[in-house]
């Protein structure tokens, strides 16, 4: 069976962290999920270390403080190379992506594609509990991402996305360099 890492990057998700994680594991013991924790201060990543200790496929990653959501998969991804993981996974903690639909991209990937993108807006796709301003804000900079790269992807600002190993490890991650979001 192929392995799975799915990567979740947290800054005070305490309220969520033992429910994404336990959602995430139940997609099949093939998947295992690292959190990258920015040292929260509301004890994210000590609820993780507790967690770990009974479970192994639970993978924490704690860092010195809130260094952000790119460098967060960066440090993520080479760490899931780094450990042979067949696919690699990024989506948030907040339930803004549905684990459920974890399969769904794997079954893509295994299909032939080397990226699956699980997108909000296409036919079955879903937001909930957004803001108006969070919305637009979204909707926005797809279009904008869109229009400057000719992307022919839905959703080109999508967080919940599956890549096999041979394409994250291509890379040279050390020269993606992130500011802000």
């Known amino acids: 069976m192929d392995s799975c890492l799915v990567i979740i990057p947290t800054y005070n998700e305490i309220e969520n962290i033992h429910s994404i994680i336990e959602a995430v594991l139940r997609q099949g013991n093939h998947f295992s999920v690292l959190i990258v ?10 609820i993780v270390k507790i967690l770990k200790q ?8 704690q860092r010195s403080g809130k260094l ?4 967060a998969y960066i440090a993520g991804f080479k760490y899931g190379i780094s ?9 948030d ?6 684990p459920n639909d974890l399969p769904r991209l794997l079954e893509a990937c295994r299909n032939g594609a080397d990226v699956a993108i699980g997108s909000r807006y296409i036919k079955g796709g ?5 803001s108006k301003d969070r919305l637009v804000l979204s909707y926005g900079a797809s279009l904008y991402v869109k229009s400057i790269t000719w992307l022919p992807v839905s959703d080109p600002t999508a967080g919940f996305i599956c890549y096999k ?3 994250l490890s291509a890379l040279n991650l050390d020269k993606i360099k992130f500011i802000g979001y």
């Open 54 to 61: 009974k479970e192994s496929r639970i993978h924490l990653l």
């Open 126 to 130: 879903n937001i909930k509990n957004w």
């Open 93 to 98: 903690a907040d339930f803004s992506h549905n």
């Open 68 to 71: 952000g959501l790119g460098t």
């Open 83 to 91: 450990q042979n993981f067949d696919y690699i996974f990024e989506m």
């Open 165 to 167: 190993h041979k394409v």
């Open 37 to 46: 924790d920015d040292n929260s201060p509301d004890g994210t990543g000590e």
